[in-house]
């Protein structure tokens, strides 16, 4: 998915788009245009050892895939891939993203956007397969 899927969701969620239109790149959400990048750039350390695109067989703390900001604030990617699965992206992110950009405005819708959140991502951890690992024994069997 890219950015401007998952912030066209927020948008929704947040219920900022254009009535006329549906448009989500407005006048009214330019500054949460703005703050996007940044603000998903936070939460894919987070959410990417959960993702199917975590590279497992790298040494040492992987390296997550964050977006590039690019040269002026003004200007974001939007068309940017978010290197997480469409899983997070689509049912974490937009909610993540919602909750940290109406925060200022709306305390209240922030923190239940947060609390959907915070649920669908406890969903999405307990539905990752577990693995078999052998258990070592160092002091021997009892």
Not at 21 to 32: A, F, H, K, N, P
Request: aromatic letters at 12%; one cysteine or more; hydrophobic letters at 40%.
């Amino acid at each position: 998915m890219t950015v401007q899927q998952v912030f066209d969701m927020a948008i929704h969620l947040m219920d900022e788009q254009s009535e006329r239109s549906g448009e989500t790149l407005t006048v009214d959400t330019q500054e949460y245009k703005f703050r996007s990048i940044s603000i998903l750039n936070n939460i894919i350390p987070v959410l990417y050892p959960y993702s199917d695109t975590y590279d497992k067989s790298s040494k040492g703390r992987p390296v997550p895939p964050l977006l590039d900001l690019g040269k002026s604030y003004r200007e974001p990617d939007l068309a940017q891939e978010i290197g997480l699965d469409d899983t997070i992206c689509a049912a974490l992110l937009p909610l993540y993203l919602a909750a940290q950009l109406i925060f200022p405005e709306n305390e209240g819708m922030a923190q239940w956007f947060m609390s959907r959140y915070q649920m669908a991502f406890m969903d999405v951890r307990s539905r990752i397969p577990a693995e078999f690992e052998t258990i070592y024994a160092p002091y021997g069997l009892f």
